[in-house]
């Protein structure tokens, strides 16, 4: 009987050396992702259990976003259905003042109550020092984070781009002009028929910057001169511009974003809007996240940055921001739109460049000032 007892401890002791050596061995990719990332401090996490066992001891998130106040609400809405033992608030952060206001807080030490932070386009550079150093896109590379790799800054692999923006080439009135008659190509607004106030063009132009990944900076600029030399009707913003096409004061809209595009298009009772893509398409990736080195609950912003380039998270933004969901993110109105076209994307490779690119087309357009109207 002790024999027999003592047979019995001695197996099941053995099955479970060899379940938990079998374990250790099943997956050491993981162990050498690891390794890696330490001895260029970085830290990593071998499963999401480990994360999610983490994060269930904080149970706390507190976020900056520049999503809406819409998207904020669903979007957290369904992270406390996936997460129910975490206590998150978030709020929005919008406005370059606001941005940086938060950036100077960050930088002087002073803004510890967040967990994860929403970054200025333009500030991109001088966030990084300032974030977690997680490496976010070996984690996913391992399948340790459900995150597409595209989103991930690979240079700093720590900052996550939940959204993205395409820059539509024409935006028009329907009532004024044709579909047929507007420009089919970028060049086509250089054409003598669109001289003279015919169209509207951004005095901040990310949409001629973002031609730079597909024709190069000089043609960008070439091509900037000569838009210039056709005298457009400078304004500043989307909203505004789409505003005055609504009003059938304009009769186009050069390269305004899509999503501003789509909204003016479903508050538009008389259906005039139209929109029209021109290739290559400008493609910019936006709501760039890190999480704050300073912060308190770090596993749940790991998991607060994966959730937000879920299916599910993805579709609310799509339906609350509304239409700004990533290319790259599953089932995206913008992706979908973009497939099978020709595409000037905007990569990680030319994202902390678009500033730059953005001073030079407005050099070469001569600094045009807004048009005010009396």
């Not at 050491?28 to 066992?53: C, L």
């Not at 001629?208 to 091509?223: F, M, S």
Request: aromatic share 8%; glycine share 6%; charged share 25%.
């Amino acid at each position: 009987m002790n024999r027999n007892l003592l047979n019995v401890a001695f197996l099941t002791l053995t099955l479970g050396l060899s379940q938990t050596v079998s374990a250790a061995a099943a997956n050491p990719s993981a162990d050498k992702a690891r390794s890696e990332a330490e001895a260029k401090g970085y830290i990593f996490f071998s499963s999401h259990n480990e994360i999610v066992a983490e994060a269930k001891k904080e149970g706390k998130l507190r976020v900056l976003s520049g999503l809406s106040p819409e998207s904020i609400k669903a979007v957290t809405s369904a992270f406390r259905q996936r997460y129910p033992f975490v206590d998150i608030t978030a709020q929005e952060l919008a406005g370059i003042d606001a941005l940086q206001r938060v950036l100077l807080e960050l930088k002087a030490g002073v803004s510890k109550e967040w967990d994860v932070m929403t970054m200025a386009n333009d500030l991109y550079n001088e966030y990084p020092p300032y974030f977690k150093k997680f490496d976010i896109l070996r984690m996913a590379g391992q399948g340790v984070l459900q995150i597409p790799l595209k989103m991930i800054d690979p240079k700093n692999r720590n900052i996550v781009a939940m959204t993205a923006n395409i820059q539509v080439g024409v935006a028009y009135n329907k009532n004024l002009i044709s579909h047929d008659k507007t420009p089919g190509t970028w060049e086509d607004y250089l054409k003598p028929e669109f001289k003279g106030k015919k169209f509207l063009a951004d005095i901040r132009p990310t949409e001629i910057a973002a031609l730079v990944p597909a024709w190069g900076l000089e043609r960008t600029l070439d091509y900037a001169r000569k838009l210039a030399a056709q005298e457009p009707v400078w304004v500043r913003g989307g909203t505004r511009g789409m505003a005055a096409l609504s009003a059938g004061e304009r009769l186009m809209f050069i390269g305004n974003n899509y999503k501003t595009i789509r909204e003016a298009q479903v508050k538009d009772r008389t259906g005039s809007l139209g929109y029209r893509l021109l290739e290559p398409i400008p493609v910019r990736m936006s709501e760039s996240l890190g999480v704050i080195a300073t912060s308190r609950s770090p596993h749940v912003a790991l998991l607060w940055l994966e959730f937000q380039t879920t299916q599910e998270a993805q579709k609310l933004i799509d339906e609350y921001e509304p239409f700004g969901a990533s290319i790259h993110g599953p089932g995206s109105i913008q992706g979908q739109e973009i497939r099978g076209k020709k595409l000037s994307e905007v990569d990680w490779d030319h994202y902390t460049k678009l500033s730059d690119y953005q001073a030079k087309v407005v050099a070469a357009y001569g600094f045009p000032k807004a048009e005010i109207k009396k």
